[in-house]
């Protein structure tokens, strides 16, 4: 069996290695180092862009789906652009999945969209009207699971039962503690 990788983890260590480019002293050092990463991206986008082709062209509609619900392909797929699926197709299938966890909270949540700037704007329903402990379970689950599906998504925008909007909510992880939705959403 293939090692796991954490793609989150990978990303944010190449943006961090990034960053650190743009320290370097030497301007010539810090372009070539720059254009390295840029060319080997390009590299493997270009190669994957070339293996979603083929599998297409075969027809075989069960690899595609395969590739584009791995973990670590899907997000290459997303960071390339190659996904199959829309954004917003993303987050509904999160969605779905989570919401046989949220009837614990008595409520569900509905997709009202994805804006240009990428943010998901979603309604709340339900989720013991009164009850904040649950609204910030509720919120949470979901959140990790559009996250997980969508991880180029720039927030999460949430309608609350009552029609108050609360604030935009950026995409992190949550804080330690108990929590009735579990961490992993099948």
Do not use: F, N, W
Not at 41 to 59: K, S, W
């Amino acid at each position: 069996m293939p090692q796991a990788h954490d793609v989150q983890a990978a990303g944010g260590r190449v943006e961090a290695l990034i960053a650190e480019l743009a320290t370097l002293s030497d301007p010539v050092t810090r372009a070539k180092a720059e254009e390295l990463v840029r060319v080997l991206v390009e590299l493997y986008g270009a190669g994957l862009e070339r293996v979603v082709e083929i599998v297409t062209d075969a027809e075989a509609a069960e690899v595609l789906h395969r590739l584009a619900t791995d973990d670590l392909v899907s997000g290459l797929l997303v960071l390339h652009d190659l996904h199959p699926l829309s954004t917003a197709e993303r987050v509904r299938a999160a969605l779905d999945t989570v919401r046989p966890h949220l009837g614990l909270h008595e409520g569900g949540v509905e997709l009202l969209g994805v804006d240009e700037a990428g943010v998901v704007r979603l309604r709340l329903q339900g989720t013991c009207r009164g009850c904040p402990s649950s609204q910030l379970a509720v919120t949470s689950a979901v959140e990790r699971a559009v996250l997980q599906a969508a991880p180029e998504v720039a927030g999460v925008d949430v309608e609350r039962p009552d029609g108050d909007r609360a604030p935009l909510l950026q995409i992190q992880r949550r804080p330690p503690g108990p929590c009735p939705v579990p961490e992993k959403v099948p």
